[in-house]
């Protein structure tokens, strides 16, 4: 009996001491983390942005809050078209702009004249918001909107009363079509019919949403909720911390610096993710003239993994056409992404495989690395508190192709990894084949295929003892690289590839190219206005790339600059006209405003506008921001055809900039004068390409 006893009282001490062991404390949060609707915004990754309004009919960027009302006319406008467009693209939600810069809002709202109250579109008894509130809760899609409080168009905007009548203009919104997920605020800031500014009460908005959606995301360039990525090209930053420094600044002209909201700060203030929107167009609202234009799915696929994987959600503008329905080229390259993504990440290589980690919270199964390859995002992998600098090795069993790794922080208790490196098992040792810096809610590393049997993640800097939810492995499908096509100031066309096992077919009457198509060898010439189509195909015929579509205007082979302001060396104005944009022009900073550039055409066009391309150098110098534009018959004596004018938005999306004309000119000269820069400290101006619009 004594041995017995002996036995219980020693299994019971060591039931006793092993508890104790597992007794270990749930780790604490570090740094500011997300609330309960900033994690469930999160998780969304990924929703359409529709821009939709009088600029769809006008062919304009920012309207002037000057146009007609009844310009705004869809004749088929079907809001459940653009909901089950989105859903089928594995999007979840929908933003409108409610109202643009311009004043015009989508809805009947009691407190403007400028609405769709005023349009031809229904006789005036349509709303635009009830269409689309009612059609994303029937397809599932949370619905969001944005109102710019910018109104080019109110009497009231520049004066305190403005204020309170846009937060009545957020109270309709608001109130009265259902659930708003995220308001999206734009802090552009400009004239007002009466020629004031506006000093905008941003504490009387945020008051506002939060009265009538508490649960609203409210994004701007500071948040409070989610915050501008600083671009429009749809990139988050190689690093991207989710916290940033917000004490001191405003949306808009007062934001930190485009690179710090790119970034984020280390050990920031508050939490405040990035969202990257980018429109699948040049531009943000519809035109014929892009419809060629919609980003190939090479360059959408960068911009996913560039976004969503790289701790950022991903806002892709979709513009509704003048009928009201998505363009089928756009629909088209959305269901194209759809596939891709969805090819590549149905099949996580990793789940449930084996891994082992070089510490382990207290040795507590709570916190073992198996965690990480349970594909449950609330389950984590965590170390003690002491721990900054660690790694886990996964083991896939065998050797397997992957091309793809995906990880993931458990960001309820904060951010906290600030640099890892992956190392794959080569048979003999381990070597590196990626080093990154932040993680976040999602980081997706893109590499070229691999095969190997262990993956190795060490981190060796944290702010804190790292938490990691997930790690996923993937093989992507690898697709032909698309063609580039180029032209040269001689018109003489160039096609290339990067993949060399490919042959190119191309067209130049509008078609399609095929495998059958006329098949590039050499260089040729294409001097007139027109788009060139390229494909590229595998030599067995069974791979393609997507089609390429370039659409020129007519070379200038024969122009010459006759004048400009004084240059830096090596940026001649001539670099403005060689079908170069790589190269440009750049004035001397000891000039003053204006800048002129005066071109001679070679011969009498017809023409009805004109294009300016700004720099594409990181630095963006001398990037013109109001201009003049001229024709002459002689070179001597000019005729003003676009006066004081702006090439708006081109600070945020400095892209090719399209100017049409109110009617046709014929000249043999043109001069574009730039009046000012972005940068009002600046006195010099660029142009990376200047041209003419002949169809």
Not at 110 to 115: A, G, L, M
Not at 357 to 384: F, M
Not at 427 to 442: A, C, L, P, R
Not at 462 to 472: C, G, H, T, Y
């Amino acid at each position: 009996m004594k041995n017995i006893k002996e036995l219980i009282l020693i299994a019971l001490f060591s039931c006793i001491i092993i508890s104790c062991q597992n007794n270990v404390s749930q780790p604490e949060p570090y740094g500011p983390v997300p609330n309960i609707q900033q994690m469930d915004w999160q998780k969304m990754e990924y929703y359409m942005f529709i821009h939709f309004g009088p600029n769809t009919f006008t062919d304009k960027e920012w309207g002037d809050g000057k146009e007609d009302p009844k310009v705004f006319n869809p004749t088929q406008l079907d809001a459940n078209q653009w909901a089950r467009t989105a859903k089928a693209a594995g999007m979840k939600a929908i933003i409108i702009t409610a109202k643009h810069h311009d004043g015009f809002a989508l809805w009947p709202s009691k407190y403007s004249e400028h609405t769709v109250r005023e349009s031809l579109w229904k006789n005036g008894k349509g709303d635009v918001l009830k269409d689309l509130s009612e059609a994303c809760a029937k397809h599932g899609l949370k619905f969001g909107v944005y109102l710019s409080p910018w109104d080019q168009n109110h009497p009231d905007y520049g004066t305190m009363e403005y204020n309170q009548v846009f937060a009545n203009m957020l109270d309709e919104v608001l109130g009265n079509y259902g659930e708003v997920f995220e308001v999206w605020f734009d802090g552009a800031n400009g004239e007002g019919p009466n020629g004031k500014r506006q000093e905008y009460d941003w504490d009387l908005f945020y008051r506002t949403v939060y009265k009538n959606n508490s649960q609203s995301i409210i994004f701007s360039d500071i948040g409070p909720d989610a915050r501008w990525i600083g671009n429009e090209s749809g990139f988050a930053g190689k690093t991207n911390w989710s916290t940033l420094n917000i004490s001191g600044f405003q949306p808009g002209a007062d934001a930190p610096k485009q690179d710090t909201l790119n970034q984020g700060n280390i050990n920031g203030e508050h939490w405040i993710p990035g969202e990257a929107d980018v429109s699948i167009r040049p531009g943000w609202f519809f035109s014929p003239s892009t419809n060629d234009d919609v980003k190939s799915l090479e360059h959408l696929l960068k911009i996913y993994y560039a976004s969503v994987g790289r701790n950022s959600n991903l806002l892709l503008n979709v513009p509704v056409n003048r009928k009201g329905l998505i363009h089928p080229n756009d629909s088209l390259r959305l269901m194209e992404l759809r596939r891709v993504l969805d090819e590549t990440f149905d099949d996580n290589i990793a789940l449930n495989k084996k891994v082992t980690a070089k510490h382990q919270r207290g040795n507590d199964k709570v916190y073992a690395p198996a965690n990480l390859l349970d594909g449950d995002y609330e389950t984590y992998w965590a170390t003690s508190d002491t721990v900054y600098e660690t790694s886990f090795t996964v083991d896939l069993s065998e050797p397997t192709e992957f091309n793809r790794l995906v990880l993931q922080e458990y960001i309820p208790l904060g951010q906290r990894v600030k640099a890892f490196n992956v190392e794959v098992w080569n048979g003999n040792k381990f070597e590196k084949i990626d080093e990154q810096t932040t993680i976040g809610y999602k980081r997706i590393l893109v590499f070229p295929t691999v095969k190997s049997s262990k993956v190795r993640i060490n981190i060796s800097e944290a702010l804190s003892s790292p938490i990691l939810s997930e790690f996923k492995l993937f093989k992507a499908p690898e697709n032909l690289e698309n063609p580039t096509v180029k032209r040269n100031k001689n018109g003489i066309v160039k096609i290339t590839s990067d993949s060399s096992a490919t042959l190119i077919t191309f067209t130049t009457d509008g078609s399609l190219p095929t495998i059958d198509s006329r098949q590039y060898k050499n260089p040729f010439q294409f001097l007139e206005a027109g788009v060139v189509k390229a494909k590229a195909f595998s030599k067995d015929g069974l791979k393609n790339s997507e089609t390429v579509s370039v659409t020129f205007d007519i070379a200038p082979t024969n122009w010459k600059v006759i004048s400009s302001n004084s240059e830096l060396e090596n940026f001649s104005a001539e670099n403005a006209i060689d079908s170069d944009p790589i190269t440009y022009w750049l004035t001397d900073p000891k000039d003053d405003f204006p800048h002129n550039i005066a071109i001679d055409l070679g011969d009498n066009i017809l023409f009805n506008g004109f294009t300016y391309t700004p720099t594409k150098h990181k630095d963006r110098k001398g990037i013109i921001f109001k201009y003049n534009f001229y024709i002459s018959q002689d070179g001597k004596n000019w005729e003003k055809v676009v006066s004081e004018s702006t090439f708006s938005n081109i600070k945020n999306n400095p892209v090719k900039q399209e100017v049409f004309f109110d009617k046709t000119y014929r000249a043999k000269y043109i001069k574009l004068e730039g009046l000012n820069s972005l940068d009002e400290d600046e006195t010099m101006a660029s142009a990376g390409e200047i041209g003419v619009i002949t169809k």
